[in-house]
Structure formats: C-alpha cells, structure tokens
C-alpha cells in the first residue's frame, strides 16, 4: 500500500516563502533597531554635552562660595574639600568613558581633570592661611581664581566641541535613518508582492512532478522494476532529478543481474583463496620439516668424529660401547619422521647423548636432568634441546681442562612451556656475546642453534622466545619459552 504523504510539497514551499517574508519582515525590525541605536548615541551626547555645561557651572558655583566664605567669614577649621574634588574628579571620569569629539576635547578633558586638582590645591592653602591669619591668603586664592579662569576655557572649548560634533552627527543620523526607512518599506512591499506570486507558481510548477517522482519510486521500493518514466519538462532542476530516476531505475534492473555474477565470482574467488592457504600452509610446513631435516646429518657427522677420535686415542678399546650408544642416536634422528615429540623423548635423546659423550670426557662431565611431570607431556620439535647441549659439550666444556657439568630444566608456567640449558663451560667471549641469534650461521655454534631459532620461528613466530646469556669463564645460559602443545592420547 502507498504510503501516504503527511506533508505536501507545495505546503513546504509555501511555508519556506513565508518564512522568507517573515525574514524581510525581520530585517526591517533590524534596522529600526539599528535607527533606535543611532537615536540612542544622539541622546548620549546631548547627555554629554548637558554634564559638561553643568560641569562648569558648578565650578563657576564653587569658586564663588570659596572667595566669598574667605573673605567675609572667620574661619578656624579646614573645609572638606576633598569630598568636594572627588565629586568633581567623578563627573570628569564619567565624561572620559565616552569616546572624545576630536584631539582637543581629549586635551581639553585632560587640562580639565589636571586644573581641578590644581585648584583644589590652591584653595586648600588659601584655606590653611586663613586659619593662620596669615595676610597673604588672598594670593593662594588669586591662583585658584586663574586656575578656574583656564577650566572654564578648558570647558568652553569642549562644550563647543560637544555642540558642533553633536550637531553633525545628528544631521547624518537623520538622514540615514530617512533613508533607510524609505529604502525598507520600498523594499518590503516588492518582497512581499514578488515572493507571494512565485511562492504560489514555483509551487505548483515543482510539486506536481515531485509527486510523480514520489509514487513512481514507492513502486521501485515494493520490488516493481518495470516502472514507466516519469517526464517533467520544467527545464530547471527537476527535469535533471526526473532524468537521474529514469536512469537509476533502468541501472537498478542491470545491476541485479551484475551481482548475481558478481555473487558467483566472489565465490569463487573465496575458494581459491583458502586453495591458496591450504598451500602456504603446505609450504611452511615443508620448509619447517626440511629446515629440522637439516639437524639429522650435521648430528651424525660430529658423532662419527667422536668416535673416530676416540678409536684413534684407545685403541678401539671402547668402540663397542660407543656403537651402541650411537645406534640408538640413529634410531632418534632417523626412525622418527614426525615433527613434534614428547619433551620426556627429546630429553631421552639428550640423556643418551651426554652417556655417549661421557665415554669420551669421563669425570670431566657431568649433567643433571630435572623435568617436572607435567612437563614431560608436551610436545617440542624434535631437535630442540639436544644442540643447546652438544653446543655446550663441545665448545664450553671440551676446552676446559677441568671439565665442566650441564645442567637441563623442564617446566610449565603460566600456559608456556620454559626450557633452560646452563653449562659451566668456558662461556663466549665479549665480541661473540654480542652476535644476535639471527647471525648464529656465521658463529661459532655452527648451523645446529641456527636450524633451532629457524624451526621455532616458523612454527610458533612471535610466540617463541630464545635468548642466550653467556660470561667468558662462568659459562652459558640458554633459556627458552615456548606455548605449551599437549600430546593427544591415540585411542586404544
């Protein structure tokens, strides 16, 4: 069902018209206002100039009763003059908050305001010489009298300034207001004509066609496609709004189909993207078990030179026990294909390796193993601790003529598996401490603590933190924090 239109178009325009007129009819009242505020600075300045001229005359009032109470009274006390100058000093003040006629009524005001504090002053000794009887009083007040004389020209001058100004400025008020009146009421009556006759036509002429507009598009809304064009040849913005329907309604109909295509595209699309996952995913994972590969034969080679030097040294004496122990290094890294053991398995291996090196070192090593229960479960790639500890063999403990031990710790915490290798060896010296593990192919911990920090960095990216601290002398700590990943149970 339609919906119906609570508020026509034409009403709207109508009511913008008024609202315009309404407006002209406030910016006549604007500038009545502006008329009353022009009146309102004439009236300032009459107020001005009448405080000037009262100004005066009180000066005038003053010096007539100070020469007259000198000279006919006997007096014993001083007068209160001083609540006399602060009136006067008042009135002077409340004169210099509006705005000076010209420069000389600023100098005059100022002469003003100086010559009355003067004056003040003068007949304030004169008052004194009375009291003292001292017969030269009458010239302090002859002073006071010349003062005054200067005042009153002071203030004549400013009255003057006060009158011309006033008057001027009343001329051109008067005019102003004349004219702004006449030019308002003209302009008032032309608005109101002109914008009622195209309130009404403008109506008319934009309505009607926006009602077409209006029904054709609630058909579009309820899912009618085939909507006949609407015309409005009114040859202003209408017509090109009438245009735009008619193409937007045909452009609505095509892009229906698009997006059906577009639908099957994006499906598409989204299916070959997660192919491509499922490769890079394949990927890494091949280059994980290809870089952990790596580990098998460097593994086998130092083993066989262990062997070759200990044949050389005895004999052969102990090739047997030697053999043994390396077969089952063999089965370690060449039996087990998956990439993930057990922590209790790769600390297995790293127990067989350091028996099959104490053949060799004898009291010279020893190694402690502590792994915690829960530890023991979880799964590392393979490899991950046996280098660390071939690692310290060789390079710490091996150049040390007293030999050394090594000790390995396994535990969880806090959701992440912590793995340490210390060792009491020889430790590096200052310039290798400082090679960050990224160089450690160039080092001299060879390709195994590489292969190590690479496997860790593609399987667990930033999760995994290896860090090696190590003092020439006191030997090398190697500290590892893995996520924790539990080995699931095979079902029976």
Known sequence: MPTKIRHSIRRKLLLFYSVAILAVVLLDLSVQVAAYGAIHEFEGRLSRYH??????????????????????????????????????????????????????????????????????????????????????????????????????????????????????????????ISRLRRLTISGLLLFVALFGMAAAAFSKSVADPIRRLAKASERIAAGELDVPEVHAPTGDEVEVLARSFNTMSKSIASMLTDLKGKAELEKRLREEERELMEKERALREAQFISLQDQIQPHFLFNALNTIARMALFEGAKETEGLSLALGRLFRYALGAPESMVRVEAELGIVEEYLSFQALRFGARLSWTINAQSSAKGALIPRFSIQPFVENAVRHGIEPREEGGSVSIEAHKKGGRLILNIIDTGVGMPPAAKGRKLRDAETASEGIGIANVRKRLELRYGAAAHLSIKSEAGRGTQVHMSLPVEEAVEAPA
Do not use: C
Not at 78 to 100: K, M, N, T
Not at 129 to 152: E, N, T, V
């Open 51 to 176: 405080s000037v001229h009262r100004l005066r005359l009180e000066l005038a009032g003053h010096y007539a009763r100070m020469e007259r109470g000198l000279r006919e009274t006997a007096l014993t006390e001083r007068l209160p003059l001083e609540g006399e100058l602060h009136d006067f000093l008042y009135v002077v003040s409340g004169l210099e908050q509006v705005e000076p006629e010209s420069l000389n009524a600023f100098f005059s005001l100022q002469a003003t305001r100086r010559g009355i504090e003067a004056y003040f002053d003068r007949i304030d000794a004169a008052v004194q010489r009375r009291i003292a009887l001292d017969k030269d009083w009458y010239i302090d007040l002859a002073h006071a009298g010349r003062i005054f004389g200067y005042m009153d020209t002071y203030l004549s001058a400013l009255l003057s300034e006060a009158m011309n100004y006033g008057e001027l400025r009343y001329q051109l008020l008067i005019q102003r």
